[in-house]
């Protein structure tokens, strides 16, 4: 699944990854490849629980 | 009188009237070659609808398309006679077609096409109508459309004086074309329906590059790349690629050797025309 940051770069992330990943170690694992792309960190965090809940279709803990 | 010789003539009766809207094969822009054992649609709508997989499918039906044709010398085609012996001479059969066409100068195509020879193949003309060219083998239900059987030779002429350099990819029907002419079958197949070649692509310092050429093919399908288009030295995808836009360059997670995987791969995600080599080292 893909996460597009602002300046259209984006990262891709296989299917395997988020399906065998509890979403605290995919978090871990994904976090510091993305964060740079972001101003804030938890905007970066945000977007990986997005994606990992729409494959695990587990709604979004606010 | 015992015996009898059968006459030989249950197709011999030629409808030699004018055809209204008559097509006649014009100028040559693509060839589609394939492999002689394979086979494909004679419907026209199947065939157009089934065509760009072919392209990059794996296996026999894969079809090469070979475009950027710029001019066609004939030669071959004669008939060829027998003395009779009383002075008069009678047809016997035709001399071989041999087909040469110009082709824009390429080095990275020359090195592809050279691949092709000492193969046989068959090979459909598109003409500069849109029109495709073949053949129809098998009868009733097993009818088939397929290219004309011939083998390739291809020369690589290096620029004079006076001459600018060209490539030529030389066709050698074989001696069934005739027959393959009188069952000859053809389609509006489309200009925009004529698809293009398979580029060889390598993963070279974080981007996607032509095997020859060194073209960056990484920007061009920008948004595009997904982890499952690039396999490992193990054999195995990446657990994610980035793209990052400012410098046009793709990060691997695990870090390690990767190439682009097979165009059938490649093309059911959305990109066509290149495809991934195995990695040499």
């Known amino acids: 699944m893909k996460i597009f940051f ?14 065998s990943s509890t979403k605290k170690a995919f978090i871990k694992k994904m976090l510091p490849k993305i964060a740079r792309y972001y101003r804030d960190e938890k905007e970066a965090e945000e977007d990986l629980i997005k994606v990992w809940s729409a494959f695990h279709k587990e709604p979004i803990e606010n | 009188m015992a015996g009898r010789v059968l006459g030989s003539c249950v197709d011999a009766t030629p409808y030699t009237g004018s055809n209204q809207c008559a097509k006649g094969e014009s100028l040559t822009t693509a060839l589609l070659f394939h ?4 086979s494909y649609p004679l419907d026209a709508a ?4 089934d065509l760009p997989a072919k392209v990059y499918t794996t296996g026999i039906d894969r079809i090469y398309p070979v475009k950027n044709i710029l001019a066609l010398d004939l030669t071959g085609g004669d008939t060829n006679t027998s003395d009779a012996g009383s002075g ?28 092709m020879q000492g193969i046989s193949w068959r090979v459909f003309r598109v003409d500069q109508d849109g029109y495709i060219y073949g053949t129809v083998t098998g009868t009733g239900a097993n009818q088939a459309f397929r290219g004309f059987q011939c083998k390739v030779a291809v020369r690589r002429v290096q620029a004079t004086g006076t001459d600018q350099a060209f490539l030529y990819l030389e066709i050698y029907y074989s001696a069934q074309y005739e027959a393959e002419l009188k069952n000859l079958h ?40 997904t982890a499952a288009m690039f396999i ?19 990060t691997f997670d695990p870090t390690g050797t990767y190439r682009v995987a097979d165009a059938a791969v490649l093309g059911p995600l959305g990109i066509t025309g290149i495809t991934g080599v195995p990695l040499t080292t």
């Open chain 2, 232 to 250: 490992s030295s193990t054999g195995t995808p990446p657990d994610s690629v980035t793209y990052d836009d400012a410098t046009g360059l793709l």
């Open chain 2, 46 to 49: 199947t065939f157009i609808t």
């Open chain 2, 88 to 115: 008069y001479t009678s047809p016997t059969n035709k001399a071989q077609v041999i087909a040469t066409y110009t082709l824009e100068n390429d080095d990275c195509l020359y090195k592809e096409l050279v691949k």
């Open chain 2, 35 to 38: 492999n002689p054992l394979s």
């Open chain 2, 186 to 225: 053809g389609f509006n197949l489309g200009e925009e329906n004529i698809p293009d070649g398979l580029v060889a692509v390598v993963v070279d310092g974080g981007q996607v590059v032509g095997e020859c050429s060194g073209v960056d093919y990484t920007t061009i399908y920008g948004p595009e790349w």
């Open chain 1, 6 to 19: 602002s300046n259209k770069s984006y990262i891709d992330i296989s299917d395997e990854v988020i399906k």
